[in-house]
């Protein structure tokens, strides 16, 4: 019989138990369920259920199950349905009808609601460390390419100069928000359901407070009911992944292109690429390509989760066994994404001679020839016209405005001068850009600083 079976009396259908056990998922939480009913254990020792031989027999016995199981030595049963009634059985075979009092004062419902938001909880701080590792990794990169001077793009046409150092940075911003996010959602998690019971609370005098203290949370949730309804967490979690994985898919898009014969910016490493059953020249991308891939995947377990939950009456339903194997399958997507990503872009080899000679054969100087007509009295869109008709002058004749002669500028303007050379150099236009968050040496040094002084105060 069931161990909800009592009001039964017919016993589940074999295809039910196939089609309502979660176990072979939600073992998953083993841990985090195993933690829960030892704080629980404690607290019913602290308000009378348990005596201290009964408390240190089932404490025992639950450290006694996690480490069988880690081992791989337990067999879980899809008949007891989930991770909470394998435990409670494994536990009611140690220490027999004893294993059965645990369960005082604690409802399902606020059990799975503790594991997942525990589990949730543990998942967000490890991203936090990866995201923060693959920051101090861009930082490193950056450092080293101050002075690599490649195209900046707008709709994928080459637009005006930037550095490497200033490209990579514009990643770590991103990932700056993503911790932030992260991070913030930490306070979100920090309330403790358990004691909650079915929907309403328990009519025994539990010790929420003790509880939370137990478990690593600030303190008890406040309404019995939201509580157990509660998924908001793992929506925040999978728009949180939704968003980092957005950032790491548009980096790796743009390694796939620069990794191209058509750019030719980039050599992945071997370490990193694969090859063609057929095609023995051929050196892909796949680890850039896959996760651009599953960045989709991630979304798709957002859109699952929002879904469930848009139409569910309060409190507990059965849709919401639904929450966990996306849940689970983004946070190991976004732990392996982090791990390769952060080993991959160490081993990129940076074709420099070809990011310059593409800022050189673009044209991405001309609004610097705009800007230099300004500072010569003209006003910004009569500039803006005449460097439109010397880069067309330029193309017409095949050569770049800076091999333009003297002569052939003062065709088109007669208020150029010999100081335009200097204006259009493509180093120092760069360096140009001297604005707070622009892309000139001393402006990304400063960002740099500002990143390092920003981590530094984190731990």
């Known amino acids: 019989m069931k161990m909800w079976g009592g009001r039964f009396s017919e ?31 404690k607290m019913l020792n602290k308000i009378g259920i348990f005596n201290e031989k009964e408390l240190s027999l089932v404490v025992n016995a639950l450290d006694k199950i996690k480490d069988e199981i880690l081992l791989g030595k337990t067999k879980f049963s899809t008949k007891l349905e989930d991770i909470h009634m394998n435990i409670e059985y494994l536990l009611t075979k140690e220490v027999g009808e004893l294993g059965k009092k645990l369960h005082t004062a604690r409802s399902r419902n606020d059990q799975v609601a503790l594991d997942v938001k525990m ?23 950056s450092e080293k390419n101050y002075d ?24 770590f911003n991103m990932l700056k928000r993503d911790y932030e996010r992260f991070s913030n959602s930490l306070e979100r998690l920090a309330t403790m359901p358990l004691g909650s019971g079915a929907l309403s609370g328990t009519p025994y005098n539990s010790d929420r407070f003790f509880l939370s203290k137990e478990l690593g949370f600030d303190m008890p949730s406040e309404n019995a009911l939201d509580s157990v309804s509660d998924r908001d967490f793992i929506v925040e979690f999978q728009s949180n992944s939704s968003m980092l994985m957005m950032h790491l898919s548009r980096l790796s898009e743009e390694m796939i292109l620069w990794a191209s014969s058509e750019f030719a910016f980039i050599e992945i490493s071997d370490k990193y690429s694969t090859g063609s059953s057929i095609m023995p020249q051929k050196k892909n991308p796949d680890a850039f390509e896959l996760i651009r891939g599953k960045t989709g995947r991630v979304y798709g377990n957002l859109f699952s989760i929002l879904t469930v939950m848009k139409g569910l009456p309060l409190a507990y339903n059965k849709d919401m066994q639904e929450d966990k194997e996306s849940l689970f399958d983004t946070s190991k997507t976004i732990t392996i994404v982090l791990e390769v990503l ?31 007509l300004v500072t010569k009295g003209l006003e910004f869109r009569n500039a803006h ?27 088109i303007s007669e208020i150029i001068e010999e100081d335009v050379y200097e204006y259009i150099n493509v180093e120092k236009s760069v360096n140009r850009k001297i604005s707070y968050g622009g892309s000139g040496k001393k402006s990304v040094e400063k960002s740099i600083e500002n990143a390092k002084e920003w981590l530094n105060k984190l731990y």
């Open 385 to 411: 016209s005449v460097s439109g008709n010397l880069v067309k002058y330029s193309i017409e004749n095949n050569k770049r405005l800076e091999e333009l002669t003297i002569k052939e500028f003062k065709s």
């Open 11 to 41: 016993e589940s259908s074999n295809l039910l138990e196939i089609f309502n056990e979660s176990i072979s998922f939600d073992k998953e939480m083993y841990k985090e369920d195993i933690e829960g009913s030892i704080a629980h254990a």
């Open 342 to 372: 952060e080993d991959m872009i160490s081993e990129i080899k940076f074709n420099k001679e070809k990011m310059l000679s593409s800022v050189k054969d673009g044209y991405l100087n001309a609004t610097d020839l705009a800007d230099y």
């Open 119 to 141: 589990y949730t909880r543990k998942q967000t701080e490890m991203i936090i460390k990866k995201i923060i590792k693959l920051q101090k990794k861009i930082i490193k990169i």
């Open 148 to 171: 690599v001077i490649l195209p900046g793009y707008t709709h994928l046409q080459r637009a005006q100069p930037i550095t490497l150092a200033f490209y990579f940075m514009t990643y």
